[in-house]
């Protein structure tokens, strides 16, 4: 039997995930879970890179989980696991610790953006963020990283410490490729089209999160930036409609041509709702089953527990290699 790819993939539990998060990750994951080997984690221990509440980030923990299940991730057919459950990624972290270089981390993009954005707090986890994603990956010999452009960098640093392990060490890690999602792998700010859609955006009216009722969703389409003309037309010019026309055919399930086809003619006003009511559409079912799930708490800790078993062992097995390569002794 041919052996099924390895697929990996983390969100943050800090802040609420948008749309963007949905179309670029969360849908994608879903599509992969019958045809890979999946492995979908909350990233807690990314979070605390920056300062979180502690009882927010335990809380937002369990939405998260709620909102992959609700979302159609299904933990019978992937290992849906809370990062900081597997203690195999702090361990193995720290072994790549002593073969990453204090000056490609410094020169990350991230590392830069967030020293900027949180410079009363730059710690060596905000450094060290880059290695541990790498840990993720690679502890699971994983193939491909479904990811949006912006942690693209990341997946080639994932990389680059794979290939030096191996030629060090001997052949132990496989050398993971990114996946960049086409669809919908770019939602920008309904405010500011130049920039990604964020989760910790400071404008509220500039994303819209999975949590986001249909009366907000509708007001925060209808407030979108646009231009002067009134043509629904995709182009470089048009940055505020361009991204309004991908995001409506990532949650129609069409092409941006034929979105552009079926708003010939109509105004702006139109389309705005017809996004609004197309996403809300879409958010509403999650929602519910999210709230579901979340009144069901000894459900959602089984299934985390069985979760971080099926990481645990994976990881366990690519670890102790590393143990043995590296010339830690386990006995003769
Ligand atoms: N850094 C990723 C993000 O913020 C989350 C993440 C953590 C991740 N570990 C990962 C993504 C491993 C892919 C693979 O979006």
Known sequence: MEERKVIYSAVQPSGNLTIGNYTGAISNWVRMQDEYDCFYAVADMHAITVRQDPALLRKRTLELVALYIACGIDPEKCALYVQSHVPQHAELCWVLNSIAYVGEMSRMTQFKDKSQKHAENINMGLMDY????????????????????????????????????????????????????????????????????SKSDENLNASIFLTDDRDTVLRKFRRAVTDSENEVRFSEEKPGISNLLGIYAAFRGCTVEQAEKEFAGKGYGEFKSAVGETVADVLAPIQEKQAQLLADKTYLQETLERGAEHAFKAARRTLSKVYRKVGFYRGD
């Open 130 to 197: 880059p290695v541990l994603m790498a840990a993720d990956i690679l502890l699971y010999q994983t193939q491909l990283v479904p990811v949006g452009v912006d942690q693209k960098q990341h997946v080639e640093i994932a990389r680059d410490l794979a290939v030096r392990f191996n030629n060090l060490y001997g052949e132990t890690f496989r050398v993971p490729e990114p996946l960049i999602l086409k669809t919908g792998a770019k939602i920008c700010s309904l405010q500011d089209p130049s920039k990604k859609m």
